[in-house]
């Protein structure tokens, strides 16, 4: 597997790429590698394409310099993984050459629905996710990327990059969250979690399943959210959003039954955050 440090140097691997006649596929991460990226790896195999991982710890989309120093660090076993998943390039840019620029006085014009959900409650997260994205698909420009389906805000964002941006010659790919075996979604900031938390924050996918059921039975939406919040809630679990929302366009569900239905959630347990959503 090459590796690759330099944007220009990466360009133009990109370059020869596509003179030799082949497209590629780009699946981003920042590292920390689990089973979910693993999936990515996996459904980016069904293609000739060349493919190529970025690893960038994305410094403007941490809420705190905190969080973005304690983001887990496993270079080693990345390379290992992506080396295992054979893939042909890893792109590790060096920070200030990422960065640099990148703040330039760009107005970022997002759909009114990224300001619900994560977007209000992580100022600025997702304006540092669009700029990384952006440059990321301008340097490689790829003709697949891989987002999971666990971001599902981002994935919307990010299918709104392509199009508006990059008039939808990048398709964009969508992986399944992929979840232990008791149900918490994988994700790199499990790492700061104990066993015990863990088993705690289980508790929340669960909640979800049993939320999906009554859906379906035609319970009352609101109410329904409002209880397993209460449910939920306890020292452990600080649970910061909870909705039932379209999967499409993000409005209020109140029909009771109603096709692309979502529910979605973030919550706090020992002090990280964690996200999950089901389809209902
Ligand atoms: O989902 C992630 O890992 C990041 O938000 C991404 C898409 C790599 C951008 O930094």
Do not use: W
């Amino acid at each position: 597997m090459k590796i690759i440090t330099s944007i220009e140097e990466q360009k133009e691997y990109c370059s020869s790429i596509e003179a030799e006649g082949n497209n590629i596929s780009l699946i981003p991460t920042m590292g920390n590698l689990h089973s979910g990226h693993e999936s990515l790896l996996l459904l980016s195999r069904s293609t000739k394409n060349k493919r190529i991982v970025s690893l960038f710890v994305n410094p403007l989309q941490f809420d705190s310099i905190s969080d973005y120093r304690s983001y887990p660090s496993s270079i080693d076993s990345d390379i290992e993984i992506l080396e295992r998943n054979k893939v042909d390039c890893l792109f590790m840019p060096d920070e200030n050459q990422m960065i640099e620029n990148i703040n330039h006085p760009e107005t970022i014009h997002l759909p009114q629905y990224m300001s619900i959900l994560c977007g209000k409650h992580r100022k600025g997260h997702f304006d540092g996710v669009f700029k990384i994205v952006k440059k990321l698909f301008k340097i490689i420009n790829p003709s697949i990327a891989y987002f999971g389906k666990k971001d599902y805000q981002q994935l919307m964002m990010v299918r709104h990059i392509a199009k508006e941006y990059f008039g939808n010659r990048i398709e964009i790919v969508a992986g399944d969250t992929v979840r232990e075996s008791n149900g918490l979604a994988m994700s790199s900031r499990n790492n700061r979690l104990s066993l015990t938390d863990k088993k705690i924050a289980s508790s929340v996918h669960k909640e979800l399943i049993i939320m999906r059921e009554s859906i379906n039975l035609g319970s009352n939406n609101q109410e329904l959210l409002k209880k397993s919040i209460d449910a939920l809630s306890d020292k452990y679990i600080k649970i910061e959003y909870l909705e039932l929302l379209s999967s499409v366009d993000f409005s209020i569900i109140s029909k009771k039954n109603a096709d692309n239905a979502m529910l979605f959630v973030a919550f706090y347990i020992s002090g990280v955050r964690l996200i999950d959503n089901i389809d209902v």
